[in-house]
């Protein structure tokens, strides 16, 4: 008798600016694997294009897939497979009913959830969260995502809001947010929040997160200023959610970890003195981690 046929599924993650998709096995390994821009400035219809094209053409590069993972910027209802809520950073998405139109248009099971859920479920199964039953995920990007699990099962909350870190308020009547809140943590730890933090510190006018990184890893003194100020900040975030969850383990993701070497040491030294500096780690998966647990809610489902 032959060797028993490992199952295939898509899993998807549908950003601001990309949509990335991975075509994977139930062991993990990566069969194909496809990027498209978003193309969000032409809303619904757009977007739903460019996903179209990519799952296509996933599918006819590996015709034994069984079942589509959806993972999305926004709320998203997992039971209905539905956007609920969805900034302007996919302009029309909400209302969006995810998994009816794969299903329609494929004609494969498919589900659907939030992209930082999605993220902590990839961290968990291949991740830096590998035999962790408590955890917490921050995905620090153009927003701040977040996510928790406890003995191995997401929460997703009775609002499908659960693990929103980002919309916690972290300076009272502070900063402005596109969710119409004042001083949410994604206006300090996000990484559009390290320029705006640039502006206001210091008289450098840097044009994108990645110039400050650089900066301070030269040494220039305007940056090391901002990283500070950035790293305080994230310290306390972090010490507000480990009171409040007290997981094994906070894993940070997200755009802003590509430079983690040059400012890691500076939170872990802040979160020494809360007795926490061992329980932060960073996401191995990178920006794939979302397509993984996607893939992973697809397994599920099957």
């Not at 032409?42 to 739903?48: D, V």
């Not at 897939?65 to 999305?72: C, D, F, M, N």
Request: charged share 20%; net charge negative.
């Amino acid at each position: 008798m032959g060797e028993k046929q490992l199952r295939q599924v898509i899993g998807v993650d549908i950003g601001g600016t990309e949509i990335k998709g991975l075509v994977v096995n139930e062991a993990g390994m990566v069969l194909a694997e496809m990027e498209r821009e978003t193309e969000a400035c032409q809303g619904r219809k757009g977007i739903l294009g460019q996903l179209n094209e990519l799952l296509s053409e996933l599918l006819a590069r590996c015709a034994e897939v069984e079942a589509v993972g959806i993972a999305s910027a926004g709320r998203v209802n997992v039971t209905t497979g539905e956007v609920i809520f969805a900034t302007d950073n996919l302009p029309g998405w909400q209302g969006m009913p995810l998994t009816q139109w794969a299903k329609e248009t494929f004609g494969l099971p498919a589900v659907a959830d939030n992209d930082a859920n999605a993220a902590l479920l990839g961290e968990a199964w291949l991740g830096a969260g590998r035999d962790k039953q408590s955890l917490v995920m921050l995905t620090l990007g153009t927003g701040v995502g977040g996510a928790n699990m406890c003995q191995g099962r997401l929460l997703r909350g009775a609002g499908w809001r659960g693990g929103d870190w980002g919309h916690s308020v972290l300076v009272p009547g502070g900063h402005p947010c596109n969710c119409g809140k004042q001083g949410c943590v994604e206006q300090y730890v996000s990484g559009s929040a390290l320029q705006r933090i640039a502006l206001e510190q210091t008289e450098s006018t840097y044009t994108h997160g990645r110039e400050i990184m650089a900066a301070a890893g030269r040494g220039e003194a305007a940056a090391l200023i901002v990283l500070e100020q950035y790293t305080a900040d994230l310290a306390l975030v972090m010490a507000n959610i480990s009171a409040s969850m007290d997981p094994e383990l906070i894993i940070l993701g997200g755009g802003v970890i590509h430079d983690h070497a040059i400012w890691w040491h500076r939170l872990t030294n802040k979160l020494h003195r809360e007795g926490l500096a061992d329980r932060i780690v960073a996401a191995e998966l990178g920006n794939r981690a979302g397509c993984f647990g996607a893939a992973r809610l697809a397994m599920e489902r099957l």
